[in-house]
């Protein structure tokens, strides 16, 4: 267990040191502007997770108040790929935003929606 538990920490601190630097740099500058830290440091961790995968698979990250959804996938958003993740998202949560990023080495698309929260639909 030792050894694994080193070998995980040791591809994760290399994954980490990679993107990083890439993230910064290839993530537009509205990204950073528009989306929270505590977001940005839950989809970094993503990206972290998903390293070495070729192609980037579709993950999608709820928040914990239920009322973002972060979908992450390989290469650019088109608008088919966009219409697909339109489709999935959930019919009973009404959409109150929506932000779609391309990073600009084309490698990942990050498109967050954003809904009216749990306890807002409740509410009569």
């Known amino acids: 267990i030792d ?3 080193e070998r995980l920490l ?3 601190e290399a994954a980490v040191d990679e993107l990083l630097p890439w993230f910064g740099d290839n993530l ?3 990204y950073f502007k528009q989306v929270e830290p505590e977001l940005r440091a839950n989809h970094l961790s993503a990206l972290v997770a998903l390293h ?3 192609p980037v698979p579709e993950v999608a990250i709820n928040s914990y108040s239920g009322n973002t959804l972060t979908l992450i996938s ?3 958003l088109n608008p088919g790929k966009l219409r697909d993740q339109l489709a999935k998202l959930p019919i009973n949560a009404p959409l109150t935003g929506m932000q779609v ?4 080495d084309s ?9 009216l929260s749990p306890e807002t639909r409740s509410q009569p």
Request: glycine share 10%; aromatic share 10%; proline share 4%.
């Open 74 to 76: 390989g290469g650019v």
């Open 101 to 104: 990023f391309n990073s600009n």
């Open 28 to 30: 537009p500058s509205a």
């Open 107 to 115: 490698a990942v698309s990050l498109n967050i929606f954003r809904f």
């Open 10 to 12: 040791t591809e994760q």
């Open 52 to 54: 070495g995968i070729d």
């Open 3 to 5: 050894e694994l538990r």
